[in-house]
């Protein structure tokens, strides 16, 4: 009974973060400036309730933290910049191609076991992809959506090198993470001006919340959590990002990108339901 209480909270962490995690698409679209720019100021706003949290920051210890920070801040860097040149959906729903290459680094990374079903997600979330680009003709969209997955990628190398600190504490990575990612903006905040007051709101919810309470919150959940619910819970995300976009811009993605995204999302789902059902019985 006693270890059922922090796996439950933990549980609900995630879904808090899922939940503020969701809220990028609309607030990056809200601010008028250069998206490395606006990737500097919010993991600088971001530091502050990390350091609220989690106190006088460590240096890091070892390849693992430093590496972690490393992918942290490329994730970062690139889903800003592809929201500002595709469509929040695009940019969410190809990030939430996370999961498929978690299954791979896992197995090269942990040595874990790729089951077959892990080989047909990877198949199906591959064709729920590939409409992605079938409806993208314009040059600047293929770009942000490339970043996109490309997130998909760092940001899984994030959650597992993240993961592999559960016995520490992950939570300095990000701090050095935001950090990194604040000095590679720190340039681009000085040459493009300072944003209009709406932009600057944006930034402030995007830094205390969407990014440092949130990270706060799911540095300290994995501790509690499988591989497999880290991953699980926050599928949330990949559908309430894209829903807000569209009610508060009427940002509305095309016919291909929703199939696409339905069959990334499910096909993830799926696999992890069934990886879970075990844990669960």
């Not at 681009?188 to 007051?197: A, K, L, R, S, V």
């Amino acid at each position: 009974m006693k270890n059922s209480n922090p796996h439950r909270t933990a549980v609900i962490m995630l879904f808090i973060t899922a939940i503020l995690w969701s809220t990028s698409g609309f607030l990056i679209k809200l601010v008028d400036w250069h998206p490395v720019a606006i990737a500097g100021a919010r993991s600088l706003i971001a530091l502050i309730p990390i350091t609220i949290f989690n106190g006088k920051p460590k240096k890091p210890n070892g390849v693992i933290e430093f590496a972690a920070a490393v992918s942290y801040c490329v994730t970062l860097l690139l889903f800003v910049s592809a929201n500002k040149l595709t469509t929040a959906a695009n940019t969410i729903l190809l990030q939430y191609s996370a999961p498929v290459f978690i299954i791979i680094l896992s197995a090269v990374m942990l040595k874990e076991k790729v089951r077959v079903r892990d080989c047909v997600t990877v198949c199906v979330v591959l064709f729920g992809l590939v409409l992605f680009f079938i409806d993208q003709v314009d040059a600047s969209g293929m770009l942000g959506n490339a970043m996109a997955l490309a997130s998909g990628f760092t940001m899984a190398l994030m959650m597992i090198l993240l993961r592999m600190q559960k016995n520490a504490e992950p939570i300095n990575s990000v701090f050095w993470g935001n950090l990194l990612t604040f000095v590679v903006g720190l340039p681009f905040i000085f040459t493009n001006g300072m944003p209009n007051t709406t932009s600057w709101l944006g930034l402030v919810f995007l830094g205390l919340f969407q990014l440092g309470l949130a990270y706060v919150l799911f540095t300290k959940a994995i501790k509690h959590v499988t591989t497999v619910e880290m991953a699980l819970v926050p599928i949330i995300e990949p559908i309430l990002n894209p829903a807000i976009v569209a009610v508060m811009t009427a940002e509305v993605p095309g016919t291909l990108p929703v199939i696409g995204g339905f069959i990334v999302v499910a096909g993830v789902t799926v696999n992890l339901a069934i990886k879970s059902k075990p844990k669960a019985q």
